[in-house]
């Protein structure tokens, strides 16, 4: 038996009723339930239009309304030194509203829904769903392996939760905490499975790029360090067979300045290059971003500008998603071809007003000198653009009820504008709405996680922290931060 899916499944029918009855399994072991209600629309404004993938229609909105429920058991680990446990994830969405006319192709856009047929051209499902199993061996108490489905959160593979349900990775994986304030981790992945997929055996690609049947494997190391609350660094470096090696490394300081006053800074950088069989052809890409920022109070206030330094955009595996580059939104990458953006935003904590559980993030993000005149063809979208521009408006609303029989309870309210000037041609002018109720069944701890709160880090850890992170000895810094802010990794 030469297939890793039998032998995985298999193996756990055989050792389960084993693995079950020693210590620890069923002691340690964790069970939650996320309900997601969600529903997303654009509305395409001027001359963009999106093609109906059935119908081949030109239409200028797009609406979907789901239901979905994330269950997730993980096990303890059985004595010894050498542990062995099971983490299964049921993942089920059922269609509340979205007919063939405004159901997307299920990959791009709204994505919520997905649509029947090999190519995502057929009727939107009703129901849909999968389940993510992984082995997991725990070895001398500070290193695991695992080898299934999981979810990464390296710089170079951030497996994406941002819409109805998560996407994951089948393969081998590992993580090392055996040095203080160091954490390893690495592992070599063989296929995805998508957002809205029912299946594990995704074929891995690029977000601009597309998939690819020759790019096996993609293969990924890398290290975090938390030298003290005030300092956070990042360095990961991940291989895409016969595409790219590509490199990230994240700094990241915040410093106290006394009673409510905060400030924060930090950088991120990505080195890409073509590997193997160059499927995308020549890639020399760097592409950095740097933010500063300043808190008083409830108040926060930060300044980020990004650079893309190539003839390409920057680029990165197919539907992850984190703020990889501190200027990433709800609609827009900005990471075109050779562009220059900078963003403002302003963060709010109502509970200064006596409304705890209330924040608000309002953004504003303009880029220029998008220039697509050399890329190759991996990147034809790109080749008539020679002065792009375009603009991004956002507002993110989330409540959080705090106590009562809906404690943890969420409201998610985001709103974007986008807009593209000059000839930038590769994206389209939107107005987008996402409307998202969360309702997690846990215990306190993992409840809390779950819901989406947040710290914002430039303020002391009492002040805005909830217990949960301050138990965890740090709060990210706001680069990092923004995307727990909303109970999601990104957009």
């Known amino acids: 038996m030469h297939n890793p899916v039998r032998l995985l499944s298999l193996s756990i029918a055989l050792g389960l009723p084993a693995l079950a009855a020693g210590e620890g399994f069923f002691d340690d ?42 269950a997730t058991f993980e096990s303890g680990f059985t004595p010894g030194p050498i542990g062995v446990g099971l983490d299964v994830r049921g993942l089920f969405g059922w269609k509340l509203d979205g007919g063939d006319g405004r159901v997307g192709d299920s990959n791009a856009g709204n994505g919520l829904i997905p649509r029947r047929g090999h190519n995502f051209d057929g009727k939107p499902k009703d129901d849909f769903g999968k389940v993510d199993v992984a082995l997991k061996l725990r070895l001398f108490e500070d290193t695991e392996l695992r080898y299934g489905d999981h979810r990464p959160a390296s710089p170079v593979i951030y497996a994406s939760d941002t819409r109805l349900l998560p996407q994951s990775f089948r393969g081998s994986f590992f993580k090392n905490t055996s040095i203080k304030g160091l954490t390893l981790e690495g592992g070599k992945v063989e296929s995805g499975s998508d957002r809205s997929a029912t299946a594990h055996n995704g074929d891995l690609g690029t977000a601009y790029g597309g998939r690819f049947k020759d790019a096996d494997d993609f293969v990924y190391a890398g290290a975090d360090y938390r030298y003290d609350e005030r300092f956070f660094f990042r360095l990961h470096h991940g291989r895409l067979d016969d595409v790219w090696n590509q490199t990230a490394f994240y700094a990241d300081w915040r410093q106290p300045l006394g009673e409510g006053l905060g400030f924060n800074t930090g950088f991120k950088y990505f080195r890409t290059r073509d590997t193997g069989k160059s499927l995308l052809g020549d890639i020399d890409n760097d592409s950095w971003s740097a933010h500063v920022g300043l808190t008083a109070g409830a108040h926060a206030l930060t300044l980020t500008h990004t650079r893309i330094d190539d003839d390409s955009p920057f680029d990165y595996l197919w539907n992850t998603w984190d703020f990889f580059l501190n200027t990433g939104s709800q609609i827009s990458d900005f990471n075109n071809p050779n562009e220059r953006t900078w963003m403002l935003r302003y963060d709010y904590d109502f509970a200064a007003v006596g409304l705890p559980g209330l924040m608000l993030i309002a953004r504003y993000l303009r880029g220029t000198d998008i220039d697509g005149s050399k890329v190759g063809p991996g990147y034809a979208a790109y080749q008539n653009i020679r002065d792009g521009r375009h603009w991004e408006r956002d507002f993110w609303l989330s409540y959080v009820v705090q106590s009562g029989p809906a404690r943890d309870l969420t409201f998610k309210v985001l709103h974007a504008s986008h807009r593209a000037n000059g000839d930038h041609t590769a994206e389209a002018d939107i107005d987008e709405l996402r409307l998202i109720v969360e309702y997690p069944l846990a215990g306190p701890e993992q409840r809390a996680v779950s819901a989406g709160q947040v710290c914002a880090a430039q303020q002391p850890i009492s002040r805005l922290c909830p217990r949960q992170y301050r138990a965890d000895r740090f709060c990210l810094p706001i680069s990092l931060n923004q995307k727990r802010f909303m109970g999601w990794h990104g957009f």
């Open 29 to 70: 072991a964790r069970l939650k339930v996320l309900n997601r209600n969600f529903y997303m629309s654009q509305d395409f404004r001027n001359d963009s239009r999106f093609r109906n993938p059935q119908t081949g229609e030109s239409k200028h909105f797009r609406a979907e309304w789901a239901h979905g429920v994330i």
